[in-house]
């Protein structure tokens, strides 16, 4: 009988990967009474040249086309993919081969790409951020200090006057942007024109009296054509900002508003929202850190990685890689998370730490991040018990204590505001 499947092929343990070789790690674990080689590939031939069955012709240049499975080390395996497979400047191409058809193969029982290391070849089909973190701090006129933020909280439901106010009274306490949250984008009750219209206003009078930039993430996230025109508007109201929500737009809708955002100047803050239903399984899916990895590829400026102390899950570990592949010139691997990565002269993105945090977090939060990110407060300042300005002041005290080396309590002791806030909530991380 002839021989039906070719997987054995895709498998090489003493492939040495070319140097322009996309390598990809995996976590996978193989269906009852399949052997880890045969899982394995699987998953290198149905991610490249392969398919159920032998094929009766095939032109020799396939041979230099497959996948190899060239590592295996308990249950994580390592991928090597020849250039020629990838379109220049493609993602959407790319996730449609090392993130595609393998995640819903029989031969797999879980299967999570953990991370990528993109050749310079393919990194060169990319222009990234427009701005890197130095460009955003000239921009904001931040030298030092962590960037602060708020989403006007609750997140939806206010009107686009009540919004403004909110965001007014952020600004008034010391935070350098306001954030419209994930699905806020044009309803009824807050349509996105009147927004931006009394936001710019707002904007101009906390300015003028603070003698401070401010600016604001506007939710562009629509259809492509309506996000342009939502740019457009941002753009002629004097703004530096937008915010697109980038998981569920996809990576060509990103990879199309980077390039119109480029042209009008505008930076793009990344939120993250629907990562969770990729990224929560431990073994199945993919990681936050490839996500983020894509990102920063297709140009955004900041995007969520997490507290790892707020409400939200990701463990300190997880975030730190995160923030290594957002910031860093050249990414050092670190075992099971993150893959070495050159950057060349891509620029960097800020990590945005959010999601449970308040004042008495602070250190925490910087402990991680040190003083390149950008900390968004929300329900931790408007729920101070003297309101969202006094909240944002205690968060810009609390910022200034772990800059000073002084703890948040004997700062608190000359700081009303930060006092108040630690006698709320005090070191409370939230579940």
Known sequence: ???????????????????????????????????????????????????????????????????????????????????????????????????????????VKNLRLIDATFPKTYLNGFKGPQYGMGG???????????????????????????????????????????????????????????RLRIMTRMRDKAEKLTGEKKSAFFNITAETEEMKRRANLVADAGWNYVMIDVVVSGTAAVQTMTEYCRDLGLAIHAHRAMHAAFDRNPKHGMTMQFLAKTMRVLGVNNIHTGTAVGKLVGTKPEVMAIADILREKKTKAKKDLILDQEWGNMKTVFPASSGGLHPGLVPDVMDIYGNEMILLISGGIHGHPKGTCAGAKATMQAVEAVMEGETLQEKAKNNMELKEALGKWGRHKPK
Request: glycine fraction near 10%; charged fraction near 25%.
């Open 136 to 194: 955003i701090r000239k921009m904001m006129g931040v030298k030092k200090r962590p960037l602060t933020g708020a989403v006007v909280k609750p997140k939806i439901g206010f009107s686009a006057s009540e919004h403004a106010q909110i965001g007014y009274q952020t600004w008034m306490g010391g935070f350098d942007f306001v954030k419209d949250d994930e699905n806020l984008t044009s309803q009824k009750f807050n349509r996105f024109e009147e």
């Open 1 to 107: 009988m002839a021989k039906i499947d070719w997987y054995n092929q895709f498998v090489d343990l003493r492939y040495k990967p070319a140097k322009d070789d996309l390598i990809v790690l995996f976590y996978f674990e193989p269906p009852a009474g399949m052997s880890k080689k045969e899982s394995a590939g699987r998953i290198a031939s149905e991610s490249s040249t392969g398919t159920w069955t032998t094929l009766t012709n095939l032109p020799p240049r396939m041979n230099k086309l497959k996948a190899t499975a060239f590592q295996m080390k308990g249950n994580y395996l390592k991928v090597a993919y020849p250039m020629g497979l990838w379109e220049k400047g493609n993602m959407a191409q790319l996730l449609s081969g090392i993130a595609g058809n393998i995640f819903g193969m029989k031969g």
